[in-house]
């Protein structure tokens, strides 16, 4: 068996290789802060610390980078003492979490951020319906955004989590440099994979330098699903400069086609992906999709597709599904 098998040649070790992966709960105060909602919602998912690792669903680095109403923040230190008690439950309850930290870009909206969203370039965003024309970045605004993903990252350490993992999948700010469809840029940050992704290693130098030796995930869209958007082979570039870059773990979805891929429904939809990336790189891989079923996690783990299997919609249905699947190899 492989689910029960501990990960340990990583920066971050873990007891075994089943992880929950970020999910937006829209149970935080309007500010953006930590609620008894939110405590709750933790807690009952990880009681008996059958998972291995509990990633925090997506929280916004600046206010221009809202996605939705009532979501997590890590935009400003008054934050900080409501997420410690969040890494505390978790760990109280036996299992290790990393907090996911992430700007909206083009994906945000007017009436959430009062402002007009932003983003590589002035190209409307397919993964979003009704999304506005963002304006383009210009180099301050790049500069500031990675200060405040390094400010952050310094938030998310200091209240006590085991990593911080950077957003750049799902249509949001990192994934929209990183796809040739919204990427349109004809600067350093734009063109090849090369230029595409100098805004993700800015980041993750920065959050490095800001957090030491902590450990560094980063959620990828590993493909748009559309044959104008972006191909296997820069992904399997990518993976490669991000693990050069100081990235300790790689946590594979989709891009502009979010978490899903369209008509595919078979388990484990994104393992030909994170097997891809898996062979470009020698950092531990996270698959995320479709996965319902141990012995579907079982076979993407022992066909070495990933070496974490990330359980989403079937631990938010049933909260006990890590101790059902998990208790079974006791």
């Known amino acids: 068996m492989f689910l029960d098998q501990p990960l340990e040649n990583s920066k971050l070790s873990l007891k075994n290789r089943l992880v929950m992966p970020p999910m937006a709960t829209a149970k935080s105060g309007i500010d953006g802060s930590i609620t008894q909602d939110i405590l709750n919602y933790y807690d009952e998912k990880t009681k008996g610390g059958y998972l291995s690792l509990v990633i925090i669903e997506h929280s916004y680095v600046s206010i221009a980078g809202k996605a939705s109403k009532n979501q997590l923040s890590v935009a400003e230190d008054s934050l900080i003492d409501g997420l410690k008690k969040l890494s505390n439950l978790i760990h109280n309850n036996g299992s290790k979490t990393v907090m996911q ?3 909206a ?6 009436e959430v951020i009062g402002m007009d969203p932003i983003g590589p370039s002035a190209v409307i965003n397919p993964s979003k319906e009704n999304a506005a024309v963002p304006i383009a970045l210009d180099r301050d605004g790049i500069k500031e955004i990675v200060d405040n993903f390094q400010k ?13 993992e950077i957003h750049s999948a799902h249509g949001y700010l990192l994934n929209q440099f990183l796809s040739p469809l919204t990427n349109k840029r004809t600067d350093e940050y734009g063109g090849d994979i090369t230029g595409r992704i100098k805004f993700h290693l800015e980041i ?4 490095r330098e800001g957090v030491g030796d902590f450990p560094i995930l980063l959620r990828m869209g590993a493909t748009d699903y559309r044959e104008d958007g972006l191909t296997i082979e820069d992904s399997q570039k990518a993976a490669s400069a991000f693990e050069q870059a100081g990235v300790d773990i790689l946590d594979i979805s ?20 994170s097997a891809a990336i898996k062979a470009a790189v020698s950092i531990p891989v996270i698959v995320t999709g479709g996965i319902t079923k141990a012995e579907d996690a079982e076979a993407i783990l022992g066909e070495k597709k990933a070496d974490l299997v990330g359980v989403g919609r079937a631990i938010y249905k049933d909260s006990n599904w890590a101790k059902n699947v998990m208790g079974s190899f006791e």
Do not use: T, W
Not at 105 to 110: E, M, P, R, V
Not at 204 to 207: H, R
Not at 261 to 267: D, I, K, M, N
């Open 254 to 273: 989709g891009g502009m086609c979010r978490y899903s891929l369209p008509g595919v429904q078979e388990p484990g939809y994104f393992a030909p992906y």
């Open 105 to 110: 870009g083009s994906a945000a909206s007017k």
């Open 204 to 207: 993750i130098k920065a959050i």
């Open 152 to 164: 952050a990252a310094i938030r998310v350490k200091e209240a006590g989590f085991d990593g911080v």
């Open 101 to 103: 930290i992430n700007h």
